[in-house]
Structures are given as structure tokens and as C-alpha cells.
């Protein structure tokens, strides 16, 4: 089955700076790869996807990049501010329909 | 409409005990999804349903878990002679419909369990 490995598992940047967080798959069938971004205590919320016919996609400070002969896929967020502060997963869907996630990255970010 | 609602938001119970926890998902949504987040811990999938069926329970982690769906809106997570390893944060999530690609997941606010 699908799995999916994140890193880093924590990352400290100061603010204003660029953050980058990076994940692999196994499966070559998986075809989307959201990210969700996670703040303490509450749900897991969606800030940007990507579908595999696609190479890169932008959502104001929010990029993502898929590379899939590589099958890794990073999530790019510059100008960092404090509310960026948050747990984030990736997470891949697989032949299957099932949504595999990473373990989580934590992002702190630093005045 | 409104999002994802679940209830109880924090359950606290006894080893041995039977929980049932709740997802109401959103209005519309033919897909509804169980998680299971442990503490530094991504989502771990449960169980899927599109419409009352349930059409992929291969992450119930043993036969003391059940989900139903009865009407195919509301569902019901049941989990039976708890034990201290079931405590975690439970999250449902819909979504339109088909489990299809891009079919994205919108997640209630789960119910933290706590098994004494």
C-alpha cells in the first residue's frame, strides 16, 4: 500500500523567511496530494492541493511542487508570518481513494 | 451550509466501557470518513463510507470498533470494551461524494477520547 514519509519533522525559520517541507510516496498510481495545515487543539484544514497532471501550483505566499517520476512532492511558504505557526501534513490519495498522511511537520516561526 | 460537527467534543471513560461517538457531515456530502490522530501523529484512516455503505473498513484496527451510517448522512463510531491504547483524537471528514480524485476532505473538529 500507499506510504508517505515528511520531513522535517520540526522546522524553525524566522519570520519573513521561507519555509519548505518536503514528502515522498510509494505508490505511483496516487494522483492528488493535499497538504493540511493543523494549529493546536483544533481540525486539520486544507490550504492548497495538487493533481498529477500538474507541476506546480500557487496560492499567494503557498506553493506547491509534484515531481512525479521522483514521487516526491513540497510544500514552499515564503514570507513567513507568526499565524503560519501550525503542525502541517502532507498527505497522498492512492489507487485505493484512501488519503495516506505524513507523520506532520512543525513549524514554528521565529520573530 | 455549516461544516463538520462532531460530538461529544471530549469523552472521558473507563477501561471496558462502550463509547459512541458522532459525526454529522456536511449537508450534501455522500462521503464520510473516520480518523484516528494520536498525539504527534498524522490521521490514521478508520473507515469510509459512500452513502449508508460502508466501502472501506480496512483501517478498523480490530472487532471491537463499528461504524454505521444508517441514513447515509449522520454516522455513529462505536467502540466497544475500550481499552487505554483507544485513547486518541477521533476525526470524521466528508466530502462531496465518489472518493474520486480531488475530492477533498473537510474535517469536523473530533472528539478527544480518553480511556481510563
Known amino acids: 500500500g500507499e506510504n508517505v514519509e515528511q520531513h522535517p519533522s520540526t522546522l524553525s525559520v524566522q519570520e519573513g523567511d521561507s519555509a519548505v517541507i518536503k514528502c515522498t510516496y510509494s505508490d505511483s498510481a496516487s494522483n492528488y496530494f493535499p497538504w493540511y495545515k493543523q494549529e493546536l487543539g483544533k481540525r486539520p484544514q486544507l490550504i492548497i492541493d495538487?493533481?498529477?497532471n500538474v507541476g506546480e501550483k500557487k496560492d499567494q505566499r503557498i506553493a506547491v511542487t509534484l515531481n512525479k517520476t521522483a514521487k516526491h512532492f513540497s510544500l514552499h511558504i515564503t514570507e513567513t508570518q507568526p499565524e503560519d505557526s501550525a503542525v502541517y501534513f502532507c498527505?497522498?490519495?492512492?489507487?485505493?481513494?484512501?488519503?495516506?498522511w505524513g507523520a506532520g511537520t512543525k513549524l514554528i516561526i521565529k520573530p | 451550509g455549516a461544516g463538520v460537527s462532531q460530538t461529544p467534543s471530549n469523552k472521558v471513560t473507563e477501561k471496558g466501557k462502550y463509547v459512541e461517538l458522532r459525526c454529522d457531515p456536511i449537508s450534501g456530502h455522500t462521503a464520510l470518513y473516520w480518523y484516528r490522530q494520536s498525539l504527534g501523529q498524522g490521521p490514521e484512516f478508520l473507515i469510509y463510507f459512500q452513502g449508508t455503505g460502508a466501502a472501506d473498513d480496512s483501517g478498523l484496527p480490530n472487532d471491537r470498533f463499528f461504524a454505521v451510517r444508517p441514513e447515509g448522512s449522520v454516522s455513529t463510531l462505536k467502540i466497544q470494551r475500550t481499552e487505554r491504547g483507544d485513547s486518541a483524537v477521533y476525526l470524521c471528514?466528508?466530502?462531496?461524494?465518489?472518493?474520486?480524485?480531488?475530492?477533498?476532505?473537510?474535517f469536523g473538529p473530533g472528539t478527544r477520547l480518553t480511556v481510563l
Open positions: 498527505a497522498a490519495k492512492g489507487s485505493n481513494y484512501q488519503l495516506i
Open positions: 495538487i493533481r498529477s
Open positions: 471528514a466528508s466530502s462531496r461524494g465518489g472518493g474520486g480524485l480531488a475530492d477533498t476532505q473537510y
